[in-house]
């Protein structure tokens, strides 16, 4: 037993000197189910080994595998990122109609409104511009925008992967959404269909627009509606309407620094116009220039150039006076063609050479006596015989106010209205010759003074009206009648509502200086009340007539005869009336008014050719110093009409009308009892020489109104007292209040 116990055979493992067995019997550490814990001294000596001569090899297959793993992940990440994106963009696709469906949106109609000889006074609509072929608006736009914008838009296919990839690693690293990375195509997707929410349904949406628009439009066509349609401030859309609002000039004619300008107000309109801050516009235009110069599009040289060019300051609104005439067409335009459905042409009236010289003469006064004399603003209408407006300011500055005082704000005439008061009288059997006493009188509680309280005693109608005495047209007003004032006055083209009180002989009710300035033109075309109009014809921008002004019939409102005696009476205003600073060399006549404290200051006049008026006052109501109608408004009533008449044939006013012989004047109207004085020669006529004077005859006694008649002394103090139906004392009313009217409001006044 010992012997087969000595000689049992053990198993070892390797490296044991009993490790083999004769069989080949042998059990390694791989064999075990469970490991040793020990490793025999050879294993650790050749793991030693290795480590020392491969430690570098397997520190550099671990960064490999390390970018190996990386990359696989980033790998699974981008199909499962593909995957979550492909079904965002269907989601939200599918909310969308069918792509079948889908169509460029018209533009805004614009409407351009063109003076009589066809230039542009303004443009109205949504877009404030026409639009413009992209072959047609100077090549320094659309290259400034693809540099500053999208430099790649010729070779992207709507979406720029470079260019969105550089706006999220920006946005990432900034902590903020700063840049969009949005394309043109993009950005005119937006414009076009979408709202400008940043959400992420609008930005999927824009995008499949744009593939749509890269898929349905050439490049050219897509640049050319960008153009026309992207907003750039203070209330332009398009290049056009931009280049008006800033230049003053077409999109055609835009210099390298305009344009860059414009390209640079796409990033912020609002905040970088020029309009609001032209250092910001101007440094922003730099950038663009400084990227056109990049990408190659300006040498050098044309950069220097550029940036050497003055900042541009625009107006904080569209300015000049022509777009009074503008606003006013806008509202009268629905009433002739509807809604407005596509662009349109309105050909107007008006002649912007006199639309400009107006306004620069209204201004210039205004610069150089509105301080000294408290004046802030000034009107000019002027009408030719057919009804047409040929010129009109509503007011100092149309930037800095948009109220047209010209057709909204209603004045006191003051005695502008007063030929109303005469063609009455005369309508009613008087002449020019008729002999009315100017001195002071009462009507009721109100006593007209006139102007500087001076009186000039016998005077004939002529040179009452040539003089603007207050006494006589009121006596006129007792004589005829209120009413009948009213009637002539409403008949020649006052709209506005008329109170017939006595104080209406010295223009006490308000109108516009437009309607007061229509209402002349009977005067001046020989007694025909014509419709005034701005407008002439409107058309398709394919010529297709929607309305045309045929001129039709104008009625007679006014017999010639009247016609005549008042344009010889009138006549007098200019020659040795209120108004000889509005004198020139073409026959003319008209009227000047001044109501109470000077705060409103008128002159209306007219020759054959052209009926104008002038009005100076203020906003509030506040009275300037010692402003009259002969003053201010017949400086720039001259100023205009000079210059409208140069060139043109001159022509007599229309009437004839001959002064009756002094021996019969009257006779009709002052009793034979009663002695007169020799009436003072017609307004403009010198007597003869040679004609010896006329036979005294009855002289209408001098009266002073009370609440029975009329009892005025007499000259050299003789009295009558002849007794006259009148009205109760009060006939004159009170004065009528200035009514409250929204640019009381507006101005606090």
Not at 166 to 190: E, P
Request: net charge positive.
């Amino acid at each position: 037993m010992a012997n087969r116990r000595d000689s049992r055979i053990e198993p070892s493992f390797e490296g044991s000197p009993r490790a083999k067995s004769p069989a080949g019997l042998s059990v390694s550490e791989e064999d075990r189910v469970v490991p040793g814990n020990r490793k025999s001294s050879a294993k650790r000596k050749s793991s030693k080994a290795r480590s020392s001569r491969g430690g570098r090899g397997r520190s550099r297959r671990g960064l490999f595998g390390v970018l190996g793993r990386l990359f696989y992940w980033c790998f699974v990440l981008a199909i499962w990122g593909g995957i979550a994106t492909a079904g965002i963009v269907v989601y939200y696709g599918a909310k969308m109609p069918a792509a079948t469906t889908w169509a460029i949106p018209d533009r805004a109609p614009n409407i351009k409104i063109v003076s009589v000889d066809g230039k542009l006074l303004a443009n109205r609509g949504m877009s404030g511009g026409e639009a413009v072929g992209l072959h047609e608006m100077s090549p320094y736009i659309p290259e400034a925008v693809i540099a500053i914008e999208d430099r790649r838009f010729y070779s992207h296919f709507g979406i720029d992967p470079i260019g969105l990839s550089r706006a999220m690693v920006t946005n990432v690293l900034g902590g903020r959404f700063s840049q969009g990375g949005s394309t043109l195509t993009q950005q005119l997707a937006k414009n076009l269909f979408l709202t400008p929410d940043r959400t992420l349904e609008r930005k999927v949406q824009e995008v499949l627009l744009a593939l749509w628009l890269e898929h349905k439009h050439t490049k050219d066509q897509i640049l050319e509606m960008y153009l026309n349609r992207v907003y750039f401030g203070s209330g332009a859309y398009g290049v056009e309407a931009a280049s008006r609002r800033y230049f003053g000039k077409s999109a055609r004619d835009v210099t390298l620094s305009e344009a860059a300008l414009l390209a640079g107000l796409l990033k912020a309109p609002s905040r970088l116009s020029p309009a609001r801050d032209p250092k910001a516009a101007e440094e922003r235009a730099q950038l663009v220039l400084a990227a056109m110069r990049d990408e190659g599009k300006i040498s050098a040289k044309e950069q220097t150039m550029a940036m050497s060019a003055p900042a541009t300051r625009a107006p904080s609104y569209w300015t000049g006076s022509e777009n009074y005439v503008a606003d006013t067409i806008m509202e009268e335009l629905p009433d002739l063609i509807g809604d407005v459905r596509g662009d349109i042409v309105v050909d107007t009236t008006v002649d912007l050479t006199l639309q400009k010289l107006a306004e620069q003469s209204i201004r210039r006064l205004i610069d150089e006596s509105g301080k000294k004399l408290n004046v802030s603003q000034g009107v000019l209408v002027s009408i030719d015989n057919s009804g047409a407006v040929r010129a009109m300011v509503g007011g100092y500055d149309y930037s800095t106010s948009q109220f047209d005082r010209a057709s909204e704000a209603r004045r006191q005439p003051g005695s502008a209205f007063k030929p109303f008061v005469y063609m009455a009288a005369l309508e009613a059997g008087r002449t020019p010759d008729s002999v009315r006493n100017d001195a002071p009188i009462k009507i009721g509680k109100w006593t007209p003074d006139n102007y500087g309280g001076k009186y000039f005693g016998k005077v004939t109608l002529a040179t009452a009206l040539a003089k603007s005495l207050n006494s006589v047209a009121a006596q006129l007003t007792m004589e005829v009648g209120p009413d009948a004032v009213v009637e002539a006055a409403h008949r020649m083209g006052i709209q506005s509502d008329l109170i017939a009180n006595t104080s209406i002989a010295l223009g006490t009710s308000e109108v516009t200086p437009l309607e007061l300035t229509s209402a002349y033109v009977p005067f001046a075309n020989g007694g025909y009340k014509p419709d005034i109009h701005f407008i002439r014809r409107v058309t398709t921008t394919e010529g297709k007539v929607l309305y045309d002004n045929n001129g039709g019939s104008a009625p007679r409102v006014v017999k010639a005869e009247i016609v005549g005696m008042m344009n010889s009476m009138m006549t007098g205003t200019v020659e040795i009336g209120t108004a000889k600073k509005a004198a020139f060399a073409w026959p003319s006549a008209g009227k000047t008014g001044t109501s109470q404290n000077s705060r409103d200051a008128w002159f209306v006049g007219y020759t054959a050719n052209l009926t104008t008026g002038v009005w100076f006052g203020n906003d509030d109501g506040s009275p300037m110093k010692k402003v009259t109608g002969g003053a201010l408004p017949a400086q720039a009533w001259h100023e205009f009409m000079v210059a409208a008449h140069e060139g043109v044939p001159v022509r007599p006013l229309p009437g004839t009308w001959k002064s009756t012989p002094a021996d019969t004047i009257v006779q009709d109207e002052i009793p034979s009892d009663t002695p007169a004085p020799v009436p003072a020669a017609s307004v403009g006529r010198s007597a003869p020489p040679s004609k010896p004077p006329a036979p005294a005859r009855a002289a209408r006694a001098a009266e002073t109104v009370d609440a029975e008649g009329f009892d005025m002394p007499g000259d050299g103090g003789a009295t009558a007292s002849i007794k006259h139906p009148v009205p109760p004392g009060n006939v004159g009313g009170p004065v009528k209040k200035r009514q409250t009217s929204i640019l009381d409001i507006l101005t606090g006044g």
